[in-house]
């Protein structure tokens, strides 16, 4: 190496020790066997989705907080297609808990806890946006929500969505997931087009139950012995639980012996 090449060296490395440090990026993560021609089935989904937490992991935890979003956006759609697709009276796709998740009287855990058991009362207010949280409303009656969608908004009648005393709200915590148990169709009117500021009525710690179960994507499964709860119902809602499982460092156990 001669001299002009020796001192361009030496001046290329003094100014970059003066540059701040360039972020690692994330690694891509290997893509899952699936099938290539066929028609995904569940499982197959399931592994997609699980790539796709692991993604969103990789990058950080304002990834891992929009695919949090974006699942609940998938709820929230087949609980509008539930509505919209099928005109018969009371028939709706699963929007609750219940409905969701599993029978909340169901045990999970070898001292006979449940759903309701497991859920912990926080202290605290939480404040949320319905456009930029996970929100789950339950709409039921489409008349409601048809006149939901024309009185809301900056160009309805009553102005853009506002909390009333009509409107309860649960967070789940550590996501936050948010339950909407009254005033569902302005809300989920509300989410569709304008969204709006939600002051939750209560805070639970979902903690001990994210931890006492978890999804294979075709049910719900207790962790301590293996044993079947339910079938999952809605696949991305089976993401979000899993999201909430990694959040608070749960391990998926292995039934195999």
Known sequence: MNKKSKALK??????????????????????????KKKKLNTN????????SIDTAEAHGSKAVEGLMQALARIVQAEILQGLLFDARPHRTAPDCPE?????????????????????????????????????????????????????LGPTGKHGNWRQTDNTRAVVWLPWPLTWIDNGNHTAMAAIVTHGGTVQ?????????????????????????????????????????????????????????T
């Not at 962790?223 to 079947?228: A, F, L, Q």
């Open 200 to 256: 939750v009525s209560e805070s639970l710690n979902a903690k001990d139950l994210l931890l006492a179960v978890y999804s294979d994507g075709e049910n719900w499964v207790r962790i301590d012995n293996g044993e079947i709860i339910e079938p999952v119902r809605s696949l991305a809602m089976a993401g979000i639980f899993e999201i909430g499982r990694r959040l608070v460092g749960a391990k998926r156990p292995d039934h195999s």
């Open 99 to 151: 409905l969701l998740l599993w029978d909340s009287s169901t045990p999970v855990r070898e001292d006979g806890s449940t759903m309701k058991n497991l859920l912990r009362h926080e202290s605290g207010e939480v404040s949320l946006d319905l456009a930029y949280s996970a929100v789950i409303p339950q709409p039921w009656e489409r008349w409601r929500l048809a006149r939901a969608f024309q009185n």
């Open 10 to 35: 030496a001046l290329l490395e003094k100014l970059s020790k003066g540059l701040p440090e360039v972020p690692k990026q994330a690694e891509h993560i290997p893509a899952p066997k699936i099938r």
């Open 44 to 51: 197959d989904k399931w592994r997609s989705l699980l790539w």
